[in-house]
Nanobody, 122 residues
Framework: QVQLVESGGGLVQPGGSLRLSCAAS????????MGWYRQAPGNQRELVAH???????NYADSVKGRFTISRDNAKNTVYLQMNSLKPEDTAVYYC????????????????WGQGTQVTVSS
């Protein structure tokens, strides 16, 4: 019943910027938190940034000062503004949302987008 649709990935030069978007749709009662994770080839999936419904944010140390996560609750959308990109940021970026459905107030599940490729290279 829930879909997360990501957009904004692509190829960018070092020092450049990209803005990722993720929109959630479905029979959604509430979204307690949304975030971005990334996975580079051969590596574990890691948290990049996280934001609660109240606007509290957390960032991986590697992206602090360069990335900004934001959320539009009315649109069920989360954004990741990525500035000063480095080759080390190259990965598939996945949107994540913790969602409670109207049909089941007692259950909260994590939903994932299909991923969007970010490549930082000259």
């Amino acid at each position: 019943q829930v879909q997360l649709v990501e957009s904004g990935g692509g190829l960018v030069q070092p020092g450049g910027s990209l803005r990722l978007s993720c929109a959630a749709s479905g029979n959604i009662f509430s979204i307690s938190a949304m975030g971005w994770y990334r996975q580079a080839p051969g590596n574990q999936r890691e948290l990049v940034a996280h934001i609660t419904s109240g606007g509290t944010t957390n960032y991986a140390d590697s992206v602090k000062g360069r990335f900004t996560i934001s959320r539009d609750n009315a649109k069920n959308t989360v954004y990741l503004q990525m500035n000063s990109l480095k080759p080390e940021d190259t990965a598939v970026y996945y949107c994540n949302a913790a969602i409670i459905l109207y049909s089941d107030y007692g259950s909260e599940f994590d939903y994932w987008g299909q991923g969007t490729q970010v490549t930082v290279s000259s």
